[in-house]
């Protein structure tokens, strides 16, 4: 088993920075990816961004050039840099944890953390 605590959400006001972070414990693969997701109230989840185990990111088009994504895989973390946040950057925040579901397994399982919101005013 895998948990993932998340720390770092608050309130912030447009055009201000948020930095999120999660700790994963447990079960952990060196291969695996990381990432981001998040969920505005009654809307789907989303991907934010994404980062492998060797540092290869991706980014949701609404957030690139804002958003960054880095992790410390010695620590088991990976971070989220949030700038130039805007009222519609509001939402829950997940952070994901995606690796085989054992070693040498072509399927992968996903994992999530519990959430913690952010909250952009104008």
């Known amino acids: 088993q895998v948990q993932l605590v998340e720390s770092g959400g608050g309130l912030v006001q447009a055009g201000g920075s948020l930095r999120l972070s999660c700790a994963a414990s447990?079960?952990?693969?060196?291969?695996?990816?990381m990432g981001w997701y998040r969920q505005a109230s009654g809307k789907q989840r989303d991907v934010v961004g994404t980062?492998?185990?060797?540092?290869?990111?991706n980014y949701a088009d609404s957030v690139k050039g804002r958003f960054t994504i880095s992790r410390d895989n010695a620590k088991n973390t990976v971070y989220l840099q949030m700038n130039s946040l805007k009222p519609e950057d509001t939402a829950v925040y997940y952070c994901?944890?995606?690796?085989?579901?054992?070693?040498?397994?072509?399927?992968?399982?996903?994992?999530w953390g519990q959430g913690t919101q952010v909250t952009v005013s104008s």
């Open positions: 994901n944890l995606r690796q085989p579901s054992y070693i040498g397994s072509t399927s992968w399982y996903n994992y």
């Open positions: 447990g079960n952990i693969f060196s291969n695996n990816n």
């Open positions: 980062i492998t185990s060797g540092g290869v990111t």
